[in-house]
C-alpha cells in the first residue's frame, strides 16, 4: 500500500533563509510524487511533481524537491524563504490511477 | 493544464438534508476525482467518478451516503446526503491532465 508521511506539523523559519519541508513515502513500484501548497480560505496549489527524470526538480514559485529514492524521500526546498511562503503544504502519492495519497501537512511559518 | 470550478463556494445546511456539489472542467479528462478535508485534517480521497458508470468508492465511503454523478468529460456532481455536522468539511474536486493532479477551489460545507 502506498503511503506519504510528513514528519514535521509545523516549520519555523526566519525571512531570507533557507527552507526545507520534509516528506517521506512508501509505495511499491516508481512513484509519482507531488507537492502542494494551501493558502488559508484558497484552494490547493500545485508546486511541482517527480515521475521520472532528474532527481532534483524544480517548480513555482522558486521551490524545488529532491528526489531521494534510497531514503525514499521528497523533501521540498528553496533557497531563501519569504513571508509571503507562509502556508500549509501537502506533500502526496499517486500512480498511474490517477488517485492520489497526501501527506497529514506541514505548517511553514515564515518570521520577518 | 486544466482550471477547475465548483459550486457552490460554500454553505450552511441543517442536518438530515442533502447538498449537491457541483465541479466543472474548462477541458476534458479522463480522470476525475472527490476528495474531503475534514477541519484541520488532510486531503481524503472519497471516490473517483467514472464518466459514464458508478464512481468507485474508497474505503469508509458508500454510494448512499456519497452519490456521484459524471455525465461527460467535464462536469461531475457530489451529493452528501442526510448530513450530518460531522460531513463539516471542504470538499475538493480534481482532475489529471498531462501526469498533473488539478483541484478545484473546494466547497466548503457546515452542517448544524
Known amino acids: 500500500a502506498q503511503s506519504v508521511a510528513q514528519p514535521e506539523d509545523q516549520v519555523n523559519v526566519a525571512e531570507g533563509n533557507p527552507l526545507t519541508v520534509k516528506c517521506t513515502y512508501s509505495?511499491?513500484?516508481?512513484?509519482?510524487l507531488f507537492w502542494y501548497v494551501q493558502y488559508p480560505n484558497r484552494g490547493l496549489q500545485f508546486l511541482l511533481k517527480y515521475i521520472t527524470g532528474d532527481n532534483l526538480v524544480k517548480g513555482s514559485y522558486g521551490f524545488e524537491a529532491e528526489f531521494n529514492k534510497s531514503q525514499t524521500s521528497f523533501h521540498l526546498k528553496k533557497p531563501s524563504a519569504l513571508v509571503s511562503d507562509s502556508a500549509l503544504y501537502f506533500c502526496a502519492v499517486g500512480g498511474n490511477t490517477g488517485k492520489l495519497i497526501f501527506g497529514q501537512g506541514t505548517t511553514l511559518q515564515v518570521k520577518p | 493544464s486544466a482550471v477547475i470550478s465548483q459550486k457552490p463556494s460554500r454553505d450552511i445546511c441543517q442536518r438530515g438534508t442533502s447538498l449537491t456539489i457541483q465541479c466543472q472542467v474548462d477541458s476534458q479528462v479522463t480522470m476525475m476525482f472527490w476528495y474531503r478535508q475534514q477541519p484541520g485534517q488532510s486531503l481524503t480521497l472519497i471516490a473517483t467518478?467514472?464518466?459514464?458508470?458508478?464512481?468507485?468508492?474508497e474505503s469508509g465511503f458508500v454510494i448512499d451516503k456519497f452519490p456521484i454523478s459524471r455525465p461527460n468529460l467535464t462536469f461531475s456532481t457530489l451529493t452528501v446526503s442526510n448530513m450530518s455536522p460531522e460531513d463539516s468539511s471542504i470538499y475538493l474536486c480534481s482532475a489529471r491532465a498531462a501526469n498533473e493532479q488539478f483541484f478545484g477551489p473546494g466547497t466548503r460545507l457546515t452542517v448544524l
Open positions: 509505495v511499491s513500484g516508481n512513484p509519482y
Open positions: 467518478a467514472n464518466q459514464g458508470s458508478e464512481a468507485t468508492y
